[in-house]
């Protein structure tokens, strides 16, 4: 029974990887990761005010950002794959005769491992550093490490519609997508109409869903049947989302700003989501180039690596500036020069090397939680309208928990009241879950955790 709870090396994931895999897939989700770490650290602007330290963004001070953003906005590229990885998680548990319940229950697993792990020392942290250190200073590092928690809110609400997506792809083709882009416009048609951001509040789901649903067109074969069809969205959502930005009432920056009454990303808005039609676009025109590129055996080392602890990687990357802020800059190691000149300029990769460094001890010592492990699991229930309904019900909970913490703001995210309301909306979410997908303690083990 050991094997059953090892976890494989990555010389083991490497060597079994199938012929058949897509790699490409593999490779966009390891370089749009690298893509939002290194954007972030390299937006962070330390600054030090009588000898405390605070920090801004660079995106609100330097104004070449803006166009700047329209190369390091890779949030697209992870719903597209994770909508091909999902049709492929889903046709492989049909193939095994895995129950839908099971499926969930299976990737839900490997989504909220890692990410329980890291709300449970964000918690920690903001409850202990209430006790020892300066509130403000404890609101501040709270709210900038647990803001990447919007992603796994809208990640796994999108993830669970797989089954409905695969199946509403199977019957409609791509006028899936294209719903969803038409109901992406009348969200934001209302939202610039009354002037109020929440308005539009559905594309914080709508424009993920939708580019998600490209990914399942992906793996489908549907957006390959017309030669022209990747130049058809790389010229046309190019185009719109010039358009938008340039006619519009749409911001330049496809990142958020600081300060900025109107964004293209709170919530997401058509022209986010054109751009991303670009993007999905252009990597399907030249994924016979990238294909090569992954078979590389030093480029799928790395990409396998990093795929292996993807969300430790995305999780964890905000901490780093947290230890290496007061050490470099508190110490006097790091020279301070005036923020955005040439000398702050020449000392960015210093910044990051160092952040570097923080986050490898970090994913070498957290990294392991995320890796299947192989061990047998519970085989699930059949599916019943109350069973989905509380595992819908579950997932939902899960996800405001979620939420409630990152929209918090520095001002409520250490507030008794979000701490709490999050704890118990989570841990809710995941109890009611599990008691969705398991058929009883005596039933026998008969399925394996997958390793895709």
């Known amino acids: 029974m050991a094997d059953d709870v090892t976890r494989p090396s990555l010389r083991a994931l490497v060597a079994q990887t199938p012929e058949s895999r897509d790699r490409v897939v593999d490779l966009l989700r390891a370089a749009a990761i690298l893509t939002v770490v290194v954007g972030h650290w390299l937006a962070v602007v330390i600054v030090i005010r009588d000898g405390q330290l605070s920090g801004t963004n660079a995106l609100g001070l330097w104004p070449p950002a803006e166009w700047l953003s329209w190369l390091l906005q890779v949030m697209p590229l992870f719903f597209l794959v994770g909508g091909y990885a999902g049709m492929a998680s889903w046709q492989s548990a049909r193939a095994r005769d895995r129950p839908p319940l099971g499926w969930l229950e ?63 792809h ?89 300060g900025e009454a109107f964004q293209n990303t709170a919530p997401p808005t058509l022209a986010l989501l054109a751009y991303g039609v670009a993007q999905a676009g252009l990597v399907l025109l030249i994924r016979g180039p990238l294909a090569r590129l992954a078979k590389l055996p030093l480029v799928w080392t790395a990409t396998a690596a990093v795929n292996a602890t993807v969300l430790t990687v995305y999780l964890w990357h905000m901490v780093p500036v947290l230890v290496a802020a007061p050490t470099l800059y508190l110490t006097g190691i790091l020279p301070r020069p005036e923020p955005l000149t040439v000398d702050w300029f020449a000392l960015r990769p210093v910044w990051v090397l160092a952040c570097a460094a923080v ?23 059949a599916v019943t309208p109350l069973r989905a309904g509380a595992a819908a019900l579950g997932t939902g909970s899960i996800c405001a928990g979620l939420a409630l913490l990152t929209a918090a703001g520095v001002d409520h995210v250490t507030r008794p009241a979000t701490v709490a309301a999050t704890v118990v909306l989570y841990v809710a979410g995941l109890a009611i879950v599990r008691a969705a997908v398991r058929t009883g303690r005596n039933a026998k083990v008969v399925s394996r955790e997958p390793m895709q």
């Open 106 to 168: 299976d990737r839900l697993r490997r989504l909220l491992r890692p990410t329980t792990v890291f709300l449970a020392a964000v918690l920690t942290g903001i409850v202990v550093g209430q006790l020892v250190a300066d509130p403000d200073l404890v609101a501040t590092a709270a709210w900038l490490v647990a803001i990447s928690l919007w992603f796994l809110a809208v990640y796994v609400a999108v993830v669970a519609t797989t089954p409905l997506l695969v199946t509403a």
């Open 170 to 258: 199977e019957r409609w083709g791509l006028r899936v997508p294209l719903a969803l882009a038409l109901a992406v416009a009348v969200s934001d048609g209302i939202r610039v109409a009354s002037g109020i951001a929440l308005a539009g509040a559905l594309n914080f789901l709508l424009v993920w869903l939708c580019l998600y649903a490209l990914g399942v067109a992906w793996r489908s074969g549907t957006l390959l049947t017309w030669r022209s069809m990747p130049a058809a969205m790389f010229l046309v959502g190019g185009l719109l989302a010039v358009g938008l930005v340039a006619l519009g009432p749409y911001p330049v920056s496809m990142l958020g700003v600081p």
């Open 359 to 381: 986050l490898a001890i970090l994913v070498a010592a957290l990294g392991r939680i995320e890796r299947p492990n192989g061990r047998r699991r519970p085989p699930a229930a």
